[in-house]
């Protein structure tokens, strides 16, 4: 099995739950980082400290991130060789494609498991040098799903 390498909860107000994950756990965090997906904008922000991270992401009514209905937990993020084949591989195994970041320029995609009432996330291992510089700085390559082992 591959480890997940993030469980993300989409809330409604990012500062409040960051303050609460640290009252209750001591969660450090991150800086909070703006960000826009196609007509959606969006505030993001990882846990400090390594993998697994704990992701928190505020986007607006209707956003792949929606939580206007109350917080919620909302997928696990998996590292993937290929987002492309691995949702095909998920699609055929039942698990539709909630939403996809590749129309967008943005390799990762959403896949919903009906059996656990959550999300998971495929994003694209070219990505995670970039994760790494902006989340946590010199760690360690996290695990991937191949995707040539599952043809």
């Known amino acids: ?9 989409a809330v409604p107000d990012l500062d409040e739950a960051m303050h ?4 209750a756990a001591g969660v450090e965090w991150g800086i909070p980082q703006p960000g826009r997906l196609g007509e ?6 990882f ?13 607006p009514a209707g956003s792949p991130w929606d939580a206007s209905q109350g917080a919620r937990f909302d997928h696990l993020g998996f590292w993937s060789s290929d987002v492309q084949q691995a949702s095909r591989r998920l ?7 909630d939403f996809t970041g590749c ?16 999300r998971i996330e ?3 291992t070219g990505q995670q040098a970039t994760f790494l510089s902006k989340w946590h700085p010199g760690g ?12």
């Open 103 to 118: 129309p967008y320029g943005r390799p990762f995609a959403y896949h919903h498991v009906d059996s656990i009432g959550a």
């Open 20 to 23: 609460d994950f640290q009252r």
């Open 91 to 97: 699609e055929a195994q039942g698990m539709s494609t």
């Open 40 to 45: 959606w904008d969006y505030r993001i922000v």
């Open 122 to 124: 495929l994003v694209d």
């Open 1 to 9: 099995m591959t480890a997940f390498y993030h469980v993300c909860f």
């Open 47 to 59: 846990s400090a400290g390594g993998p697994p991270f704990i992701e928190l992401i505020e986007g």
């Open 140 to 151: 360690d390559t996290m695990p991937t799903i191949d995707e040539s082992h599952h043809n």
